[in-house]
C-alpha cells in the first residue's frame, strides 16, 4: 500500500464562540499595519523581516477585501473554492 499524499486544504473554517470566520495558507499576514497580506509565494516581508514560516495565514475576508492588490491568479483560485466551502462568509468578529 502506498502512502497518500496530503491533502492541502485552501480553506480552513475557525470557530470564536458563535463566530465563525475562515483562512487560506494561499496568503499570510505579516506584522505591518498596512499592506500585511502577501501570496504564499511570497518567502518574507522586506518591511518588517517576517518571514511566511512564523506568521499565520490570512483570513479569507480580509484576502478578498484587499484583492485587488493581490496575485490575481491565487485571488481567482481563492474565490472558486470559497464559492463552494464559504460563500456566504462571516465578517471578521470584532
Same mark, same amino acid.
Given at each position: 500500500?502506498?502512502?497518500?499524499?496530503?491533502?492541502?486544504?485552501?480553506?480552513?473554517?475557525?470557530?470564536i464562540g458563535r463566530d465563525i470566520f475562515y483562512?487560506?495558507?494561499?496568503?499570510?499576514?505579516? #506584522?505591518? #499595519? #498596512?499592506?500585511?497580506?502577501?501570496?504564499?509565494?511570497?518567502?518574507?516581508?522586506s518591511v518588517c523581516g517576517v518571514t511566511q514560516?512564523?506568521?499565520?495565514?490570512?483570513?479569507?475576508?480580509? /484576502?478578498?477585501?484587499?484583492?485587488?492588490?493581490?496575485?490575481?491568479?491565487?485571488?481567482?483560485?481563492?474565490?472558486? /473554492?470559497?464559492d463552494r466551502v464559504c460563500p456566504d462568509l /462571516?465578517?471578521?468578529?470584532?
Amino acid at each position: 500500500m502506498s502512502p497518500s499524499k496530503p491533502r492541502l486544504v485552501l480553506i480552513e473554517q475557525h470557530n470564536i464562540g458563535r463566530d465563525i470566520f475562515y483562512t487560506t495558507p494561499l496568503f499570510w499576514d505579516c #506584522e505591518c #499595519e #498596512e499592506g500585511y497580506i502577501h501570496s504564499c509565494l511570497d518567502e518574507g516581508c522586506s518591511v518588517c523581516g517576517v518571514t511566511q514560516d512564523e506568521s499565520p495565514n490570512a483570513r479569507v475576508d480580509e /484576502v478578498l477585501c484587499y484583492s485587488s492588490t493581490l496575485n490575481d491568479k491565487l485571488i481567482a483560485a481563492l474565490e472558486m /473554492v470559497c464559492d463552494r466551502v464559504c460563500p456566504d462568509l /462571516v465578517s471578521i468578529p470584532f
